[in-house]
C-alpha cells in the first residue's frame, strides 16, 4: 500500500490550505481513511476520519467546524480542507488507511505526511 500525501505549505492565521492523499496497492472503496498530525515534541494525535462510503464523519473537538474531510473513491483519494487556520495547527498531517471509524484502531497503513505550517 502506497499513501502520497501533498498539499502542504506555509499560511498565515486565519488562511486556507487543502491536504490531498493518493492511494495505491490496496482496495480503497471499503477502506475507512483518516488525517492525523503531529506536531514538533508531541505525540501523532487524530484529525478527522471519513468511512468508505462516506456516511460516517468524525473530527477532533479542535478541528470541529474548520476542517472538513472527503474522499473521492473513483480517484482514490482522500483530501482534507483546511480553514480559518490557527499556529497551532501547525503539524506534520498524515493520512492514514485502515483501522476503525471510531479509530479504536489506528490505520494500519500511513503516508509519508505533509508540512503545514501556520504564522502568526
Known amino acids: 500500500v502506497q499513501l502520497q500525501a501533498s498539499g502542504g505549505g506555509l499560511v498565515q492565521t486565519g488562511g486556507s490550505l487543502r491536504v490531498s492523499c493518493a492511494a495505491s496497492g490496496h482496495t480503497f472503496g471499503g477502506m475507512n481513511m483518516a488525517w492525523y498530525r503531529q506536531a514538533p515534541g508531541k505525540d501523532r494525535e487524530f484529525v478527522a476520519s471519513?468511512?468508505?462510503?462516506?456516511?460516517?464523519?468524525a473530527y477532533a473537538d479542535s478541528v470541529k467546524g474548520r476542517f472538513t474531510i472527503s474522499r473521492d473513491n473513483a480517484k482514490n483519494t482522500v483530501s482534507l480542507q483546511m480553514n480559518s487556520l490557527k499556529p497551532d495547527d501547525t503539524a506534520v498531517y498524515y493520512c492514514?488507511?485502515?483501522?476503525?471509524?471510531?479509530?479504536?484502531?489506528?490505520?494500519?497503513?500511513w503516508g509519508q505526511g505533509t508540512q503545514v505550517t501556520v504564522s502568526s
Open positions: 492514514g488507511m485502515g483501522g476503525t471509524p471510531d479509530q479504536t484502531l489506528p490505520p494500519r497503513w
Open positions: 471519513i468511512t468508505g462510503s462516506s456516511r460516517n464523519i
